[in-house]
T-cell receptor, first 114, second 113 residues
């Protein structure tokens, strides 16, 4: 099993659709992250979960809703998105959240909002 | 607040030539420093990191970086690049005791035959 997996790899959705992104880590880590990667911009941290508790919500619009049912799984629920939300969404995990921990990234979901 | 600057958005270099990718950061607190690489259609992968100790850090695939506190820099180097090193490289900092990562905008390294 690869360390961090994400499904689907590609997603095209209309502005009125509801969809979910899934992330699973097989590393026994305690923290999981969602990032947004847009062209020519730094990675944007969206959400952080530590031991299944959300510790960061980085001023993300409410049309993005995270869920962390256990330490191995992380979801990002999407609804009524805008075209500017089109981007690569990356999931990552780390052993802890005290700094210095290596983050392990999944391959990402390429999202296109029409 | 912290910020990371990667001034070079693209760096073309011929195969077997040396390369340096520049990274400068700004922070009012102590930080850990990282370099990640992203190959096409993949997530980011750690190349190396500086936590403490020797300022010269060696990573995977023959890369190394040197932490220079006075110049707030953490430049990445490789003495001889291969075609397979073609990828995007991201510098990042993480303030001590936090989960936050602050990434640069990335440098696209293109190795030419």
């Amino acid at each position: 099993e690869t360390g961090v997996t994400q499904t689907p790899r590609h997603l095209v959705m209309g502005m009125t659709n509801k969809k979910s992104l899934k992330c699973e880590q097989h590393l026994g880590h305690n923290a999981m992250y969602w990032y947004k990667q847009s062209a020519k911009k730094p990675l944007e941290l969206m959400f952080v979960y530590s031991l299944e508790e959300r510790v960061e919500n980085n001023s993300v619009p409410s049309r993005f809703s995270p869920e962390c049912p256990n330490s191995s799984h992380l979801f990002l629920h999407l609804h009524t998105l805008q075209p500017e939300d089109s981007a690569l969404y990356l999931c990552a995990s780390s052993q802890g959240t005290s700094g210095g921990d290596t983050q392990y990234f999944g391959p990402g979901t390429r999202l296109t909002v029409l | 607040a912290q910020s990371v600057t990667q001034l070079d958005s693209q760096v073309p270099v011929f195969e077997e030539a040396p390369v340096e990718l520049r990274c400068n950061y700004s922070s009012s607190v102590s930080v850990y420093l990282f370099w990640y690489v992203q190959y096409p259609n993949q997530g980011l992968q750690l190349l190396l990191k500086y936590l403490s100790g020797s300022t010269l850090v060696k990573g995977i695939n023959g890369f190394e970086a040197e932490f220079n506190k006075s110049q707030t820099s953490f430049h990445l180097r490789k003495p001889s690049v291969h075609i397979s090193d073609t990828a995007e490289y991201f510098c990042a900092v993480s303030p001590w005791g936090t989960y936050k990562y602050i990434f640069g905008t990335g440098t696209r390294l293109k190795v030419l035959a």
